[in-house]
């Protein structure tokens, strides 16, 4: 089966550092996404990992561990803008299919 | 297109019709994908075409659903006799090709569509 967990909401302040985590149990591996959306609008692409370790992106970083079946996304020095919802997704055919988490809310307070 | 562009936005139907989503990839964009979405969920993977071939459609709930992309480019998501159950919010995504699988996604601004 595939299943693919996200905490449902966060809370932090602007100017901090938070961690969104993700967990995947898939019947096959080729690669993991987030993808961030902000409200009304199209995800939109962040991040893809497919080698265990940090991948990092100006203010966002994301780290994969392929033998826990996790993953997480940094976002460093918080803007008001980053609130938005956080798309982890597992791509485990070789056709680019994508597999999503049910996304985490992040809300960003001043 | 600059983007991928879907239409229409937003579409109301009476139960038991049939409804045709549209979706016009990025030129060139030889993968099309179409998800649905609930409110508060991600992305629910649908169909897949690699060219005008639909090489995945794993993700259609029923017979009642179905897609083409019959030159390659604009593909076309049909559902007939709606129900209510339908309401969502349907997403096209496109990409350049699955020969590296490290291409991102890009997805349309969807059509949120509602069945009465």
């Known amino acids: 089966g595939q299943n693919i967990d996200q905490p449902t909401e966060m809370t932090a302040t602007e100017g901090a550092i938070v961690q969104i985590n993700c967990t995947y149990q898939t019947s096959g591996f080729n690669g993991l996404f987030w993808y961030q959306q902000h409200a009304g609008e199209a995800p939109t692409f962040l991040s893809y990992n497919v080698l265990d370790g940090l991948e990092e992106k100006g203010r966002f970083s994301s780290f994969l561990s392929r033998s826990k079946g996790y993953s997480y996304l940094l976002l460093k020095e918080l803007q008001m803008k980053d609130s938005a919802s956080y798309l982890c997704a597992v791509t485990s055919s070789n056709t680019g299919k994508l597999i999503f988490g049910q996304g985490t809310t992040l809300q960003v307070k001043p | 297109g600059a983007g991928v562009s879907q239409s229409p936005r937003y579409k109301v139907t009476k139960r038991g019709q049939d409804v045709a989503l549209r979706c016009d990839p990025i030129?060139?964009?030889?993968?099309l994908y179409w998800y649905r979405q609930a409110l508060g969920q991600g992305p629910e993977f649908l169909t897949y075409?690699?060219?005008?071939?639909?090489?995945?459609k794993s993700g259609l709930p029923n017979d009642r659903f179905s897609a083409e992309r019959p030159e390659g480019s604009i593909s076309t998501l049909t559902i007939q006799r709606t129900e209510q159950r339908d309401s969502a919010m349907y997403r096209c995504a496109s990409s350049l090709g699955t020969g590296d699988l490290d291409t991102e996604a890009f997805f349309g601004q969807g059509t949120r569509l509602t069945v009465v």
């Open positions: 075409f690699n060219y005008e071939a639909q090489q995945d």
């Open positions: 030129s060139g964009h030889v993968s």
